[in-house]
T-cell receptor, first 112, second 113 residues
Framework: DSGVTQTPKHLITATGQRVTLRCSPR?????VYWYQQSLDQGLQFLIQ???????AKGNILERFSAQQFPDLHSELNLSSLELGDSALYFC???????????FGPGTRLTVL | AQTVTQSQPEMSVQEAETVTLSCTYD???????LFWYKQPPSRQMILVIR??????QNATENRFSVNFQKAAKSFSLKISDSQLGDTAMYFC??????????FGAGTILRVKS
């Protein structure tokens, strides 16, 4: 158990819908990263937050957005969902951008 | 942009034997980290081993060791005394200081009894 929690574990929804994925980092970790794992694209970085502020952006679609709240938990919002958004979404946390990242168990999103 | 290449999509090994997974990367940076992550069927991402680029000495964690060749930009993982529980997808990953992880495509390792 890495200490990073993600909810829900599984999510099934329809095209065009909007969903929110939640991540609680390990106690004391200020940095949160979101990654997407799909068959087509492999594992790729989406976005990073550090202590509430966006720090880095990767291959994140405009339909996706994220935020980190004062209690340091983070949410990834996916809207206008398409079939190709079906993937495993991981959250990872770290003390800072320079420390080791610990991964949560992931949220499996299925878009039908 | 940094890239990580794992040229072996699948590997298999007999229980108790040794297997080596290959990884090459491309970067113009001098300071960075390299990692091997294991993803078993549960899908959890588990850190196996890490290597700081400035360290000459190869990292070792129990049955897992790496062969880090900085000039060749090569970072292979050796698993000794393979166990059935080692069956998983293995990802090589690269990280510049203060930056995101960049992953390779992964190698599926099957340990046979």
């Amino acid at each position: 158990d890495s200490g990073v929690t993600q909810t829900p574990k599984h999510l099934i929804t329809a095209t065009g819908q909007r969903v929110t994925l939640r991540c609680s980092p390990r106690s004391g970790d200020l940095s949160v990263y979101w990654y997407q794992q799909s068959l087509d694209q492999g594992l790729q970085f989406l976005i990073q937050y550090y202590n509430g502020e966006e720090r880095a952006k990767g291959n994140i679609l405009e339909r996706f957005s994220a935020q980190q709240f004062p209690d340091l938990h983070s949410e990834l919002n996916l809207s206008s969902l398409e079939l190709g958004d079906s993937a495993l979404y991981f959250c990872a946390s770290a003390r800072s951008s320079y420390n080791e990242q610990f991964f949560g168990p992931g949220t499996r999103l299925t878009v039908l | 942009a940094q890239t990580v290449t794992q040229s072996q999509p699948e590997m298999s090994v007999q229980e108790a034997e040794t297997v080596t997974l290959s990884c090459t990367y491309d970067t113009s940076e001098n300071n960075y980290y390299l990692f091997w992550y294991k993803q078993p069927p549960s899908r959890q991402m588990i850190l196996v081993i890490r290597q700081e680029a400035y360290k000459q000495q190869n990292a070792t964690e129990n049955r897992f060791s790496v062969n880090f060749q900085k000039a060749a930009k090569s970072f292979s993982l050796k698993i000794s005394d393979s166990q059935l529980g080692d069956t998983a997808m293995y990802f090589c990953a690269f990280r510049e200081y203060g930056n995101k992880l960049v992953f390779g495509a992964g190698t599926i390792l099957r340990v046979k009894s």
